[in-house]
């Protein structure tokens, strides 16, 4: 049976991050003896080939999450330690699940390898950065994740059509994103809290440009590799993946006004609550969850 530990965060000191905030620890399995087609999304190649590139890059780059965050644990309040500990084990269990999932891809007849050796090429680059950097960069990503995951519960047509559990496998992950979406960005507050405001808008704005530039691009290169492993190559199939990210269903332009809140003042993650997607995801299991321990 499934084990879910839950944090609570309530009994800790006020922040930008909701006072009542419970991150929980759902120890769930997916993508394990299922039958899923090769194009296991609703039979769509474009869907199914954006999803597979972005749970390539999940075990290492959680990975690197993790280690990013843990270098500033040090002196963190009791409330920012709670949310860090949560993060690590959340982040822990998606690593292993998209494991899962992307042995499941391979055996569909993928090769995947290219894009976690364009991953891990990447983060060597990154080892003698100076590591508040990898937090900044870090914690881009995390918004990006957690505005993947809003547009994931909140529209339920990215995921129509979905074999097997793997539906529930993005929605688990999704409610887990919008759940910790703040630990990164408090981190960060932390690790910086003896910078200038203007010092930390500035390295903060140029890393997510940095980083929406290679996450559009490299994405995208991902996407058509994986189509052109199924023959699907050329401008119609170009304007198949623009279509999907840019209108229907849209997640680029959907993801637009959050992205621009990055570089407002006082933005934090947690200015908009989300928390009701997340009651959506567990109402909708129930029956899985155990009493939090």
């Not at 075990?59 to 993790?66: C, D, L, T, V």
């Not at 100076?130 to 990503?141: D, F, G, K």
């Not at 929605?171 to 979406?181: D, F, L, M, Q, V």
């Amino acid at each position: 049976m499934n084990a879910h530990t839950s944090i609570d965060l309530a009994s800790t000191p006020k922040g930008p991050t909701p006072e009542d905030l419970e991150i929980t620890v759902r120890d769930e399995r997916f993508a394990r003896g299922i039958e899923a087609r090769r194009w296991w999304l609703g039979g769509d190649p474009v869907a199914t080939a954006w999803m597979n590139a972005l749970s390539a890059t999940f075990p290492r780059g959680e990975a690197f999450f993790i280690e990013s965050v843990k270098a500033f644990r040090d002196g963190a309040d009791p409330k920012l330690s709670a949310e860090i500990r949560a993060f690590v084990k959340q982040e822990i269990n998606h690593t292993r699940e998209h494991v899962a999932f992307n042995r499941m891809a391979a055996d569909a007849g993928y090769d995947i390898e290219a894009i976690d050796k364009r991953v891990e090429k990447l983060l060597a680059e990154l080892k003698d950065r100076p590591v508040v950097l990898n937090l900044a960069a870090t914690m881009a990503l995390e918004h990006f994740t957690a505005m993947l995951g809003h547009e994931l519960l909140k529209n339920p047509k990215y995921l129509e059509g979905a074999d097997g559990d793997l539906g529930d496998l993005w929605r688990w992950h999704s409610a887990e994103e919008i759940e910790h979406k703040g630990v990164a960005y408090d981190t960060w507050m932390h690790a910086t809290r003896d910078w200038s405001r203007w010092k930390r808008w500035k390295v903060k704005s140029l890393m997510m440009l940095l980083v929406t530039t290679r996450f559009i691009k490299h994405r995208s290169e991902d996407t058509m590799e994986l189509l052109a492993q199924d023959g699907l190559t050329g401008w119609k199939w170009r304007l198949a993946l623009a279509k999907y990210l840019l209108v229907s269903p849209g997640f680029l332009r959907r993801i637009l006004p959050g992205w621009v809140a990055y570089f407002l003042p006082g933005f934090h993650p947690w200015n908009e609550d989300d928390r009701e997607l997340i009651q959506l995801y567990e109402g909708d299991f129930e029956a899985a969850l155990m009493p939090a321990e």
